[in-house]
């Protein structure tokens, strides 16, 4: 038994359960920026100015230093043929998997593309216009990470991008996993570096003599690609500061406590990463608690989930459904799991902060991150407040139409010039006045 966990549930009973809660608040809003201080920061901006100032050296040198991998300039990029290698050698039945979770995120993302919408009338207008080139950044690990290519590159595809750069820290053999090689040419993207981190981050930020900067950048990370992320938003667009996944449960009566455990456990297992479950049932955080100590033992890195448990996780009790999804919305979820039986529709229509919602019991986390369609780029640490999931929506920017004849004009000349007098800015109102003449 896993008795050191019973501290993780609190209930609307005790008298410190609004502090507690906002306590847990804290530790997921303190994880999702890493920790970051101003030393780390600025050891990044330090990394930013020696891509600024040597190049690809500096890629070169930051990639040794950090990853242990001795590369050359001109061994930055994966070649064609690499790509065409991975794909040919991949299990068959591996990329129909794939090619339907790319069938079903495109579907997805080009049915909610707004981005054709080009009205204009009573003289304004929009106009919509694809960004020109994006850079991916793929975590690097041992284990390959397809899914996170799909979910940024394909809905960059949908909104017309024409150039997707993808960069990757050499982590496999000194390279970069061949499955999310072999994704990167199902997906007609030729333009891959196996470099990562903040260095990676510089150079599509300001460029090099290899790799050309990019408009914007998207894509998970460490501290350290994320810190870039942000010091380099200005020069670039980026897509949001994600930090590590996070889950939170709403359950009542109706909700399967083994369940439940299994998902906040999926969450925590990624060391660091935080699972919350609320519920208004004794009974079900009670079962719940119980789930999670017979179930942990049962996983691979049990110790670390435990850790991961205590630390940045937690079971409120609630008095009311009502209060629960206040708080709920205080808290804004990267991912929110609503499991309360035939309610469940119903209290997913009153949240209103959350990245993504699972409605239902069978709607588990895992099936946004690899099949559903919308992406699994979402925001975290509370971020769900005011940032939204990436979609094709994310890669065009608009431009306002104005057109006027003479007619509207000189219907609307009094007025502007008013407006621009009162402001001091004579030469706007001459500019309207001088036209008044024809």
């Not at 190049?55 to 040794?64: I, K, L, P, S």
């Not at 000194?174 to 007609?188: K, N, Q, R």
Request: aromatic fraction near 8%.
């Amino acid at each position: 038994m896993r008795d050191e966990l019973d501290s993780i549930l609190i209930t609307y009973k005790q008298n410190d359960f609004q502090q507690k809660l906002t306590g847990f608040n804290m530790s997921k809003s303190g994880l999702s920026h890493f920790g970051v201080g101003e030393l780390h920061r600025q050891k990044v901006v330090e990394i930013f100015g020696g891509v600024v100032h040597k190049g690809d050296e500096a890629v070169a040198e930051y990639t040794e230093k950090f990853d242990g991998v001795k590369l050359t300039a001109e061994q930055f990029a994966i070649s064609d043929k690499e790509l065409e290698k991975a794909h040919k050698e991949i299990d068959e039945n591996l990329l129909e998997s794939i090619r339907r979770f790319i069938e079903n995120v495109r579907k997805y993302q080009t049915e909610i593309f707004t981005g054709n919408n080009k009205s204009c009338s009573g003289g304004t207008g929009i106009k919509y216009t694809p960004i020109k080139r994006i850079g991916i950044c793929v975590p690097g690990a041992s284990a390959p990470l397809p899914s996170t290519v799909i979910m940024t590159a394909v809905p960059a595809q949908v909104a017309g991008v024409k150039e997707i750069v993808v960069v990757s820290p050499p982590r496999y053999k000194g390279s970069i996993h061949p499955v999310t090689l072999a994704v990167c040419h199902e997906l007609g993207i030729k333009e891959v570096y196996r470099v990562g981190g903040a260095q990676a981050v510089a150079a599509l930020t300001y460029k090099t003599k290899t790799i050309t900067n990019v408009d914007k950048i998207v894509g998970p990370g460490n501290q350290w690609v994320q810190t870039a992320k942000q010091i380099a938003f200005g020069s670039v667009d980026i897509d949001s500061i994600a930090g590590p996944s996070e889950v939170l449960i709403i359950a009542n009566d109706k909700a399967n406590p083994a369940w439940a455990a299994a998902d906040m456990l999926s969450q925590a297992e990624h060391d660091p990463g935080c699972a919350y479950l609320f519920t208004d049932s004794q009974t079900i955080a009670d079962n719940v608690l119980e789930e999670l100590k017979k179930q942990i033992d049962q996983l691979n890195r049990s110790e670390q989930t435990a850790k991961c448990l205590k630390s940045f996780s937690g079971i409120a009790v609630f008095a009311n459904m009502d209060d629960l999804i206040e708080r709920a919305n205080e808290f804004a979820a990267e991912h929110l799991q609503i499991q309360c039986g035939n309610k469940s529709r119903e209290i997913a229509d009153k949240i209103e902060n959350a990245g993504a919602i699972f409605i239902g019991d069978y709607s588990p986390v895992a099936v946004g991150d690899y099949w559903a369609g919308p992406s699994h780029t979402l925001p975290t640490g509370g971020s769900a407040r005011f940032f939204s999931a990436l979609t094709s929506n994310d890669f065009i920017k608009s431009t306002s139409i104005i057109e006027y004849g003479k007619e509207m004009l000189n219907k609307s000349a009094d007025d502007i010039i008013r407006l621009a007098e009162i402001e001091g800015l004579d030469a706007h109102a001459k500019s309207v006045r001088i036209r008044q003449r024809h």
